[in-house]
């Protein structure tokens, strides 16, 4: 454990996790009043969409810890794809405002700052993995292929989604329903304009993300920050 603890130091990612960990406490904390004051299960589904959230965090983070003794270009691809079919999970929380309306026996603004909470931390996490991520990757293969990836992740990530959002696909019908999740995205890229909103959905969503995410790592890059950056 203090082998862990002092790799997580190592890469600024001790105080990180703590920070985010008491941030999610604090999501499902407000989650745990409303139900209480309400009486009502209402957005309850946050919480297991705060938890799909952190799984791509966890990951990264482990991958970031220990590349270095990742010797097999077969492994470092499978963490690579798990990864990325579960990063789509983390900015999909923001899409949880399409739920936000007046419902009784809770104040309107709470529930906007309760959604804004989850919303939040999805961002964070999955931000910070891709950064993880980006960072070991930077490292292993050079600064382009870290960007290219970052790049890719977070134009996947949008239409991940979409599909999420709008078709209700989950990371899972990889393997629980993959003919049909085949079918619809292939449907997609072979017919874009048949499917406008597919497509002015997913470059509106890659334009704010990687905008957020260019902010962020311009924000970790500096003063001591540099001799662990890319």
């Not at 482990?62 to 010797?71: A, E, G, R, S, V």
């Amino acid at each position: 454990m203090s082998s862990f603890i002092s790799r997580l130091r190592e890469n600024n990612r001790l105080s990180v996790t703590v920070i985010l960990a008491m941030s999610c406490l604090l999501s499902v904390s407000l989650q745990a009043f409303r139900v209480y004051y309400s009486g009502f299960y209402t957005y309850l589904f946050l919480i297991w969409n705060l938890f799909l959230a952190i799984l791509p965090y966890v990951i990264s983070t482990l991958f970031l810890l220990y590349y270095k003794k990742i010797n097999s270009i077969v492994i470092t691809g499978a963490v690579l794809l798990v990864w990325l079919l579960l990063f789509p999970n983390a900015p999909y929380i923001v899409t949880d405002f399409f739920h936000l309306e007046r419902r009784a026996n809770i104040p309107y603004w709470f529930d906007l700052g309760l959604i804004l909470s989850f919303a939040w931390n999805g961002l964070m996490l999955g931000f910070i993995s891709l950064y993880d991520i980006q960072t070991a990757l930077a490292r292993k293969f050079g600064v382009i292929k870290g960007w290219l990836f970052a790049l890719f992740s977070l134009v996947l990530g949008s239409f991940g989604i979409y599909l999420g959002r709008y078709e209700r696909f989950n990371s899972w019908d990889v393997l629980t329903n993959p003919m049909e999740l085949f079918i619809d995205i292939a449907n997609r890229f072979i017919h874009p304009f048949s499917h406008p909103r597919t497509m002015l959905m997913t470059i509106l969503f890659s334009v704010v993300l990687i905008s957020g995410y260019v902010t962020l790592v311009t924000l970790f890059r500096p003063g001591k920050e540099e001799k662990n950056s890319f």
